[in-house]
């Protein structure tokens, strides 16, 4: 079993960065696909990144390609996500989620998930 806690969340102005963590309990972090999800208000979760257990293999949502950048650090158990050029669309609840299997874009891929940090970008 794994447990995820997000932190790192806030209110930024348009433009600004932030940088958002994902602490892993347990020893086996490496081993799991891991994601990152966002749910907008009013709106259902969508997928914004994702990175394979080994860290060679990236894939992001297009609305974030080129802004965001997913990382982890194994001896850390930790997850990053790198958000830079913040719109006020970024403006979510992010989740961070883990795989036992490939993990990529679908949500039931995913086993466990954390609980969330706001972000809100204002303009």
């Known amino acids: 079993q794994v447990q995820l806690v997000e932190s790192g969340g806030g209110l930024v102005q348009a433009g600004d960065s932030l940088r958002l963590s994902c602490a892993a309990s347990g020893r086996t972090f490496s081993s799991y696909a891991m994601g990152w999800f966002r749910q907008a208000p009013g709106k259902e979760r969508e997928f914004v990144a994702t990175?394979?257990?080994?860290?060679?293999?990236?894939d992001y949502a297009d609305s974030v390609k080129g802004r965001f950048t997913i990382s982890r650090d194994d001896a850390k158990n930790t997850l990053y996500l790198q958000m830079n050029s913040l719109k006020p669309e970024d403006t979510a609840v992010y989740y961070c989620a883990a795989s036992h299997t490939l993990g990529l874009r679908r949500e039931p891929n995913y086993d466990y998930w954390g609980q969330g940090t706001q972000v809100t970008v204002s303009s």
């Open positions: 990175i394979n257990w080994t860290g060679s293999s990236t």
